[in-house]
């Protein structure tokens, strides 16, 4: 998978939340599936696109966080909330990470492979805010909000799949991403036309920055790595999917 062909792995992921989002009752426990396989694609690619090396113990940590976090996402329980699950869930995979390095039999490059790990353990767990900002749309009937933030999200990496040069890709991108969030934001949700369009440009510029850092390594062209390039932004936008739905009137 080339560097053209990166954005529009990320477009469809985020175009399969937008579709996700609006399935009704149903839409948690979709969100929670679609975010584990996003967490999958991650896991499995960020050695590679880190270059670490104990990459079978670090896929394990990282691919295991996203899924578990998935589903505590949408799993409530009386003892404690679904955010604070995932938080713990944080924290023990920071644990499994430190774990990982004392029983590799290689000593080479501990501390590389250490940060790498605990950066890919909070990229995949953050990714469960697309299932709790879901489930917290559900019960308020704002899916549709989340539904915008997902589809303006794909149309901004889309438009990073364009040939153009760099910086009017990225202002295309966000133009774009913005104007797509803003539309359905006001027309699903009736999410005020300013308050929309911040959202949209801050999904957008926040997923093209991801896209930049995590594509920038000259190994990110490469096959596997490419799967991390498509999905951390789309991961990492969920926090602010999360936000909206919790803080907006």
Known sequence: MTAPERAPLGAALA???????????????????????????VGVAWPDLLELPSPVGTRFVVAGVGVCG???????????????????LC??????????????????????SLTGTVAGVFVSGISATWVLAQVEALSTGRSGLVAALAAGLAAS??????????????VSSVIV??????????????????????LGALVAVGAGAAQLLVGSSLIAREPLPSLAVGAVPVGTAGVVAHLAVLLLP
């Open 15 to 41: 175009l399969l939340l937008a579709l996700v989002s609006l399935t009704g009752p149903v839409s948690p426990v979709l969100m929670a599936v679609a975010v584990a396989a996003l967490t999958l694609l």
């Open 70 to 88: 998935a589903v505590l996402a949408v799993t409530s329980t009386d003892r404690f909330s679904s955010v604070s699950g995932i938080v713990m």
């Open 91 to 112: 924290a023990v995979g920071v644990f499994a990470a430190f774990a990982q390095q004392m029983l590799r039999s290689d000593r080479r490059e501990l501390t590389a």
């Open 157 to 170: 990496l889309l438009l990073n799949a364009t040939p153009l040069p760099p910086t009017p890709r990225f």
């Open 177 to 198: 991403g913005t104007g797509v969030t803003a539309l359905l934001a006001t027309s699903l949700a009736g999410t005020g036309l300013l308050i929309a369009a911040g």
